[in-house]
């Protein structure tokens, strides 16, 4: 045996343990949620059991659970849109244009992103207090796309100083204006890029629980802040709450799938351009 | 009528001033090159025109209406990049048909105009393949039919020929002469290569600094340049010029001398280009000897550099010549036809 096929086999012991690591907890989370109460609380865990499927409609329809799988689609779509509207022209601005203080301002939005979010709960639980949006889905959309605003200046300036300055220029030749220029040409050519960041911002929204739970505790309360509400007095409903990560992390999975695909994409996107 | 720039400026943020007031003027039809090293501001006067840029002072008229705060799209003209700028998304065919569908053509129409367009540049048969799929010539030609397909009074280029090798350079500057002559356009442009300039232009503005320093016909830039930079920049390979004095009808460098005829004595600058001085079999008394240094064969042509003084003078003569080998002396005479003379101080022409 050669020394690189030694060195090929360690690397697929490693790659499979990081794999076993990995799926176990996400694998064992899928059985739970087929087993019953007693299956669960056995004191042997147990590979195999005679599987239910009660767990599901009894939280999604006897605990009416269904809606907040909306509102999570909701809150992760609506702020996903948000932010790429008002960051990926905020990039684009930060990518073309020289004016004074462009690296200070750039960096400021990052900085929005440095403190713990917690510190800054309190000031959002107010705000939105005061303007009447509390427990709305609109208070969780704005204070997601607040975060998620960074994120898409921070990826999309990349995405559009990878596109040659005369290709915006070409387009204002061929009769656009320079906001036409950005629509009909630039972000088409970014499309990979804004792909990339927008499965981003969708997974960062989507799996947050703090302000979701800060502010819209009730009616607009996405499937995470949901968990929580099946450890009742009487015992955590461990199947119920197996169920409902089970149906909260799907999305994410065929998510990744795409984000797999565009972040290469994304990421070789300088061998583009013409 | 006509393109006319006046007194543009072009100050940038950080202090450089790329145009000191720059004044322009030329007729619709014409092929007017923008030549001059980097940094002389040939760029930027090119993306003023096209509304790219916007000057710090000054006006453009186009027609004798004033264009100065006119975007591009508004001004009727096209443009070739020196990087093709193609739309790398869309396939030839829709990257030439753009700039049509953005001014709402009629689909036939467009299909018509990018098909004859396609064909006068030869590039019918990649209409279907995308930018990435081509060739630095083949690029460069969608670029330009994509600049003409909609039919500008001004087609402007930005140094498009800079980025293909030199074989292709010579066929696609050749096609855009002829693309010139058939078309009838005003085209605008912009070069560092003095050689794309005197074959191209019908008159060439040299830049410097930010200043024009001569905008004439390419007979004219040649036969008598305005200042000793445009002799120094124009030619292959450039006019030879030396600081010196005429003194008692000689003019006198640092180790050699060469009678000149009847001149005021004082300081100047003696200009003569490499194809205009005699090599002579032996001395006569308006020729006078140097020792040769290097022999460089560029046939049909040989270049013999000869020692003057701390200087070489650039001879560009027939390879067929008298052969000479490196130290020999050989005799030079500087016909007087050929001499140009130029201020030591501001560098202008002398008369």
């Not at chain 1, 400021?108 to 992103?113: A, E, Y």
């Not at chain 1, 300036?157 to 040659?164: E, T």
């Amino acid at each position: 045996m050669t020394a690189s096929a030694a060195w090929r086999r360690v690397a697929w012991a490693i790659l499979a343990a990081a794999v076993v690591i990995a799926v176990t907890p996400y694998l064992w989370l899928l059985l739970t949620s087929f087993k019953t109460r007693v299956d669960i609380l056995s004191p042997q865990p147990a590979w195999r059991f005679a599987p239910t499927w009660a767990n599901y409609p009894a939280v999604f329809i006897g605990k009416e659970y269904l809606p907040l799988l909306w509102n999570s689609l909701s809150i992760a779509g609506c702020s996903t849109l948000l932010s790429l509207a008002i960051g990926a022209p905020a990039a684009y601005v930060f990518a073309r244009e020289r004016f004074p203080g462009r690296e200070d301002l750039f960096f400021f939005f990052l900085t929005t992103r440095m403190a713990p979010p917690i510190s800054i709960a309190v000031p959002l639980f107010l705000f939105f207090t005061a303007t009447g949006m509390i427990d709305t889905l609109y208070a969780v959309i704005i204070a997601h796309t607040s975060f998620n605003l960074s994120l898409v200046v921070w990826m999309m300036r990349g995405f559009f100083a990878d596109i040659p300055r005369e290709i915006d220029e070409a387009a204002q030749m061929d009769g656009r204006s320079r906001l036409g220029a950005f629509v009909g040409v630039v972000l088409p050519l970014a499309a990979p890029g804004l792909a990339a960041t927008a499965v981003l911002c969708f997974i960062l929204s989507w799996n947050e629980f703090l302000y979701a739970f800060l502010l819209a505790a009730f009616e607009g309360r996405p499937l995470t802040v949901g968990i929580p509400g099946l450890v009742t007095p009487h015992g955590t409903l461990w199947g119920q709450v197996a169920a409902v990560a089970v149906v909260a992390t799907l999305p994410i999975v065929v998510f990744a799938m795409l984000v797999q695909r565009h972040l290469v994409r994304g990421l070789t996107f300088g061998a583009v351009k013409a | 009528m006509g393109v006319a720039l006046r007194g543009i400026r072009r100050t940038f943020p950080d202090g450089t001033v790329a145009l000191h007031g720059l004044d322009l003027a030329f007729e619709q039809g014409e092929f007017i090159v923008l030549l001059g090293p980097s940094g002389s501001g040939k760029t930027t006067a090119c993306r003023m025109l096209a509304g790219l840029d916007v000057p710090s002072a000054g006006s453009i008229e186009i027609d004798g209406r004033d264009v100065t705060a006119l975007p591009p799209r508004l001004r009727g003209m096209g443009m070739v990049f020196q990087n093709y700028a193609l739309y790398a998304h869309k396939s030839v065919f829709e990257n030439i048909a753009y700039p049509l569908r953005v001014r709402k053509f009629a689909a036939d129409s467009i299909r018509s105009k990018v098909q004859a367009i396609a064909a006068l540049l030869r590039i019918e048969p990649y209409l279907h393949r995308r930018p990435a799929e081509l060739s630095g010539g083949q690029a460069q030609r969608v670029a330009v039919a994509r600049a003409l397909v909609w039919e500008p009074a001004i087609c402007l280029m930005d140094e498009p020929l800079s980025n293909l090798d030199a074989l292709l350079r010579l066929q696609l500057r050749t096609e855009l002469k002829r693309l010139h002559r058939d078309l009838s356009k005003t085209f605008v442009f912009v070069t560092h290569d003095q050689e794309e300039a005197m074959t191209l232009g019908t008159r060439i503005a040299v830049l410097r600094d930010g200043r024009l320093e001569q905008f004439e016909a390419p007979r004219n830039i040649y036969r008598k340049p305005a200042s000793r930079f445009v002799a120094e920049f124009i030619g292959r390979p450039a006019m030879n010029t030396f600081d010196g004095e005429v003194r008692d009808g000689r003019f006198h460098a640092p180790g050699w001398a060469v009678p000149v005829g009847d001149r005021p004595a004082g300081p100047a600058v003696l200009g003569i280009r490499p194809e205009q001085i005699e090599i002579v079999s032996a001395a006569t008394d308006d020729a006078f000897p140097l020792v040769l240094d290097v022999c460089e064969p560029v046939e049909p042509d040989i270049l013999w550099f000869l020692r003057a003084g701390d200087r070489s003078l650039i001879v560009r003569g027939s390879g067929d010549d008298i052969t000479a080998e490196s130290g020999d002396t050989v005799h030079v005479r500087f016909p007087r036809v050929a001499l140009h003379w130029f201020d030591p101080v501001t560098g202008a022409r002398l008369p």
